[in-house]
């Protein structure tokens, strides 16, 4: 099953390789990991996507505490959390394709940000199933690049304010 | 004053206790041999090869629980060391390695016997350092000493440039160390000790399986107070052995791949295992879906990744062992009563039967060939008055060291367990002898391992390490022989080691002692020769070539299905061969 583990490490030379290392060295599967810095300087905030069964989840987060530069582990499966990713695409744009694509860009919520008389460079976020599907309805066009950041995530607050009222509302 | 960056290692060293450093030159390193040159406070052996640096400083580590320190220089140097490196870390040695590095400037320009030390050792190490400012020195040596010997403990790698060696600033030690990202739990889980406590007190057939954490953690005290209180037999892993009095009535010996006909069954029949320290490592676990069915499990380890790394874990408690130990036995002194020895009356009764019904056991003819269990069985019989150390290397020896030479202590056990490095057992040895000058320090080894460092025996006779190796000779790398007889149908592919060197010659080309038992009445005599000598010895005992090590489980097998002695087709090809027949070196050579 995925997993998204949301992992706060030191911001120093040398701690991404400590992590990818741990990961290849025991063989654990990333699908995407996303690392920059955080509010604080010194330290910075990784998303890693990973997938396996449960005994495997628990060797990965318990692995990544072990590693001395890191300074948090949540696995946000735990618990409600938002997710996010960001892809730009750069798409062959024919006369009579013009067009569509700027309708695809406007059903996605997506936007141009480059644009020659041959290409447009469109940048959509969202989930990773809205990326699928975008980029699905502009490969007929021809999608002459595509970058994709991984996903980012951060676990929703909760929602005891809301729950509050809502209890309320039935006793009335 | 200000002082070099050479200057401040060896105040770091002096001020985190160090008495002695395992070390090779080479350019990068040059200044901080210099200033070594220029003190007298900590001594520094020079070996003939960076391995052997590192794994003098494993059995420095392991004889006295205090780090191991060794320093070698970049490139070849930093390779040369990554075995013990990855042998400490495989078996938790406290070390420190400081390596030399080129010039910062000259760093990721491929210089001159440059290497990228940190990247090279990251997997095998528990953690290390690139020290690119004088600045930073002497906190990271600080903090290279504390993640070393704090929570499981493990080999740290401090890798230093030149141009910081000769650097000079302020010297300021810190006083403490925080980590942020390293905060090992000691402390127990209450509620959780409480359980086990509670399953200790109903359990009908428990079983205590511990492991080298116990040596580590100094809990060997606890850990008879607990057994004794209970009356619960004690399974040792490799790493484990003198944690527990091998010659206790509850000890069981040895568990594992070839550990002893009830310490395995003990842990197969068991319905509750108390794992304390131990990593329950393939070796021990045999085929894992069929491994102790009926056993509930405790597991006590102060590394959390060891817990249901493996197997299955009912109660886990990240601490550590001392300290849970102790909180343990506090809890049962106050509810054990006789009914447990009622209770586990027929599991002892069972126990028993196991122990007689298959002892350790081997045949040794009085004008027959030596067989290699008779010379470590006579070896423990004369040394045990004089608490000696023992160290081996790895193969058919150090299993049957393990079974046959029963320490009653901890710290007195040097070998590799998890890496299974042939060629640990000499510079280990060396390197408890350099911490212990006085004591009895064995070397039991084979012929194929010992020539993996053979090249120590210079340092050993430089520095006057009077090491005794004992070399059970059989011609053959003889574990995998044992494998090929009983999994390949006897083919012995490139195990036939023939009969060179002459190692009493070779001994005493080093300046050293080399003396042969030529037939096993002389064993005793030639043994006591080695044991007064104040030298180093090497005493060449040329043992029975096709004995093989029992019980074994083979590889995967189930751990109560154990193979107790030779198959009837092996008796048959080996009766009466006392040597490598033209046959056999057929087979040699054509395979």
């Known amino acids: 099953m995925e997993h998204i583990i949301s992992v706060t490490v030191e911001n120093k030379f040398g701690v991404l390789s400590r992590v990818a290392g741990l990961f290849s060295g025991r063989g654990f599967n990333i699908e995407s990991l996303s690392v920059a810095p955080t509010l604080d300087p010194s330290m910075s905030q990784m998303t890693i996507v990973t997938s396996g069964d449960e005994r495997i989840i628990e060797q990965i987060v318990k692995q990544l505490n072990k590693l001395i530069d890191v300074i948090k582990v949540v696995d946000l499966n735990e618990t409600e959390f938002v997710s996010r990713e960001t892809a730009i695409i750069k798409v062959h744009t024919k006369d009579q394709d013009r067009a569509e694509a700027l309708r695809i860009v406007d059903i996605f919520r997506a936007n141009v940000i480059d644009s020659t008389p041959t290409t447009y460079t469109i940048e959509v976020s969202g989930d990773p199933k809205k990326i699928e599907a975008i980029i699905n309805l502009l490969q007929p066009l021809g999608i002459k690049d595509l970058v994709r950041t991984g996903r980012v995530a951060v676990a929703r607050e909760p929602v005891r304010t809301a729950a509050v009222h809502a209890k309320k509302v039935a006793r009335e | ?591």
């Not at chain 2, 016997?113 to 600045?135: H, I, W």
């Open chain 2, 1 to 591: 004053m200000k002082l070099t960056g050479a200057e401040i290692f060896i105040e770091c060293l002096k001020r985190e206790g160090v008495k002695t450093v395992f070390a090779l030159p080479g350019g990068v390193v040059l200044k901080i041999f210099d200033t070594f040159h220029q003190q007298k406070d900590v001594e520094v052996i020079l070996t003939r090869h960076e391995q052997g640096a590192g794994h003098m400083a494993e059995g420095y580590a392991k004889a006295t629980g205090k780090a191991g320190v060794c320093l070698v220089t970049s490139g070849p140097g930093m390779t040369n060391v990554i075995t013990a490196l990855a042998d400490a870390y495989m078996d938790s040695v406290p070390l420190v390695c400081f390596s030399g590095q080129v010039p910062t400037s000259l760093i990721g320009n491929d210089a001159f016997q440059e290497a990228d030390n940190v990247g090279l050792s990251r997997p095998c190490t528990k953690y290390n350092f690139l020290v690119k400012d004088v600045n930073d020195l002497a906190g990271m040596i600080k903090e290279a000493f504390y993640i070393a010997t704090t929570g499981r403990p493990g080999p740290v790698l401090v890798d230093i440039p030149k141009d910081v060696s000769m650097a000079k600033t302020e010297f300021t030690y810190p006083s403490s160390v925080s980590i942020r990202g390293y905060n090992p739990t000691y402390e127990g889980n209450k509620w959780q000790i409480k359980q086990a406590a509670e399953a200790i007190m109903k359990a009908k057939k428990p079983i205590l399986y511990v492991g080298g954490g116990v040596v580590f953690s100094k809990a060997s005290q606890e850990l008879l107070e607990l057994a004794e209180m209970t009356q619960i037999p004690v399974d040792m892993t490799l790493m484990g052995l003198g944690a527990f009095p091998g010659e206790h009535p509850l000890s069981m010996g040895m568990l594992g791949m070839h550990g002893t006909y009830q310490a395995n069954m003990a842990m197969h029949y068991s319905d509750l295992v108390i794992a304390i320290g131990a990593r329950f490592d393939d070796r021990v676990t045999g085929k894992v879906s069929e491994f102790c069915p009926h056993a509930k499990v405790i597991h006590v380890d102060i590394d959390p990744t060891s817990i249901r790394k493996n197997i299955h874990v009912d109660i886990p408690i990240v601490g550590d062992c001392k300290t849970v130990l102790r909180e343990l036995n506090q809890i049962l002194r106050a509810t054990v009563n006789g009914e447990q020895k009622d209770l586990r009356k027929p599991w002892w009764d069972q126990i028993r039967e196991w122990q007689q019904a298959h002892p350790l056991t081997y045949q040794q003819e009085k004008d027959g060939p030596i067989k290699p269990q008779q010379v470590v069985k006579r070896l423990f019989e004369l040394t045990k008055d004089r608490d000696p150390i023992v160290a081996t290397d790895v193969g058919q020896h150090q299993m049957w060291a393990a079974q046959y030479f029963k320490l009653a202590k901890p710290n007195r056990w040097l070998t590799s367990g998890g890496l299974g490095t042939m060629g640990f057992g000499f510079p280990a040895a060396m390197g408890a002898q350099a911490a212990f000058r006085d004591r009895l320090v064995l070397c039991i080894a084979g012929d194929g391992s010992v020539q993996m460092n053979m090249q120590e025996m210079a340092t050993a006779v430089v520095n006057k390490l009077p090491v005794k190796i004992i070399i059970l000779n059989n011609g053959f790398h003889g574990m995998v022989r044992q494998w090929q007889d009983l999994f390949y149908e006897g083919r012995y592919a490139s195990s036939y080691l023939d009969t060179t060197p002459d190692f009493v010659k070779l001994a005493d080309a080093y300046g050293a002692v080399g003396l042969r038992v030529k037939k096993v009445g002389d064993l005793d005599a030639v043994l006591k020769e080695a044991l007064s000598t104040d030298k180093p010895v090497i005493v060449d005992v040329p043992t029975y070539p096709y004995e093989n090590c029992y019980p074994m489980i083979p590889a995967g097998g189930c751990n109560h299905e154990m193979i107790l002695e030779d198959p009837p087709e092996l008796k048959k090809k080996q009766s009466g061969s006392t040597k490598v027949t033209p046959e056999d070196k057929d087979t040699v050579l054509t395979a």
